[in-house]
């Protein structure tokens, strides 16, 4: 995948704070990219970050395969009784939720560690 | 106008995506009109790349840009089986995770992004044309 900065795809940094797992994409979540994205989301998952937190803040935008990856983390991490949180989203993305209808299907907070608290909760 | 010529292939999508920012660029367009339009692009591009030629055969899709009067046009053209998104069915947007399918919702998306989209079907061709009003 190439970097954000070169202004073409994802790129995706990944941290851990109080044993939970933190996704932060960078760039496009679209067609070309969300199967990367969603892989290595349920590859986390299902190696035992089952507390993970997906940092919305450096996402340019996300469009359906985006979501379709959403959904599939969302219903992975409901199997194994862990907690998914999304924050730092930009108006913009805010906006793609609210016209995709995910805004109730997902825990959303304003910042990262908000995010980190509410995902540590079982 | 710019125009550019895809192959039928996921992979080709970035090349839209690239001209699309450079004609940004070019003509002042604002990030968020960018970005709507891209979106757009992407959700119908991915369907015909899927969908459209069942015969897996590698075809040709054109995707014209240009501004009109303030308006940002996109036009796509594929020679793939008539699909008409603007008749496609809604997808229940109230289902819970569990519930919850994704089919439908890209076209929902472009519905909803977009000021206006027109669907024509000329012999053997779809043309979709998509258009965001540049000023706000």
Not at chain 1, 32 to 58: K, N, P, Q, Y
Not at chain 2, 41 to 67: C, F, G, K, W
Not at chain 2, 88 to 110: K, M, N, Q, S, T
């Amino acid at each position: 995948m190439e970097s954000a900065a070169g202004g073409k795809g994802l790129e995706l940094v990944e941290s851990q704070s109080d044993g939970v797992a933190i996704v932060e994409p960078r760039g496009r979540i679209d067609s070309m990219t969300a199967g990367l994205f969603g892989a290595r989301v349920a590859e986390l998952i299902r190696s035992g970050s089952h507390h993970l937190v997906i940092d919305f803040a450096e996402v340019l935008y996300i469009t359906s395969a985006g979501f379709r990856s959403l959904l599939i983390a969302g219903r992975l991490i409901d199997e194994f009784k862990g907690k998914l949180v999304l924050c730092r989203m930009s108006t913009e993305i805010r906006r793609l939720f609210e016209i995709g209808g995910f805004s109730d299907l997902f825990e959303i907070c304003a910042t990262r560690d908000d995010g980190v608290r509410k995902a540590s909760w079982p | 106008m710019v125009e550019i010529t895809i192959l039928n292939r996921r992979s080709e999508l970035g090349r839209v995506v690239t001209l699309l920012e450079r004609f940004g660029a070019e003509h002042h367009l604002a990030p968020q009109l960018v970005i709507d339009m891209q979106i757009a692009l992407d959700e119908v591009l991915s369907n015909v790349t899927q969908y459209a030629h069942p015969d897996n055969a590698e075809h040709s899709i054109h995707v014209r840009l240009r501004m009109i009067d303030g308006v940002l046009e996109a036009q796509i053209e594929d020679d793939g089986v008539l699909f008409n998104p603007l008749l496609a069915p809604l997808p229940d947007l109230r289902a819970r995770l569990r519930d919850r399918h994704v089919g439908g919702l890209g076209i929902e998306f472009v519905r909803k992004l977009m000021d206006d989209v027109t669907y024509e079907r000329t012999g053997e061709r779809n043309r979709l044309v998509l258009r965001l009003r540049s000023e706000s």
